[in-house]
């Protein structure tokens, strides 16, 4: 499985060809990243998130987000 993580340290984010065409996913699910980003552009809650998805953990979705604005604010500093 060749997978290029989003997060180095712990794998959080994955991309796999065969996972989804190669849509950034949780890993280990095939959750698309960009799932938990439109439930809170919609205005839903991260809670409303893992139960709709509870293959994705708490401390998964908290860490893809904190390192997708750490990317952000690199990119905007």
Do not use: W
């Not at 712990?10 to 949780?26: E, M, Y």
């Amino acid at each position: 499985m060749a997978d290029s993580a989003m997060a180095s340290s712990n794998k959080v984010i994955c991309r796999d060809p065969d996972v989804l065409g190669g849509t950034p996913v949780f890993c280990g699910t095939r959750v698309p990243f960009q799932a938990l980003l439109d439930y809170l552009e919609g205005g839903q809650t991260l809670n409303e998130f893992l139960d709709d998805f509870p293959s994705v953990s708490r401390e998964a979705a908290i860490y893809a987000l904190e390192h997708a604005k750490a990317l952000v604010v690199s990119e905007l500093g």
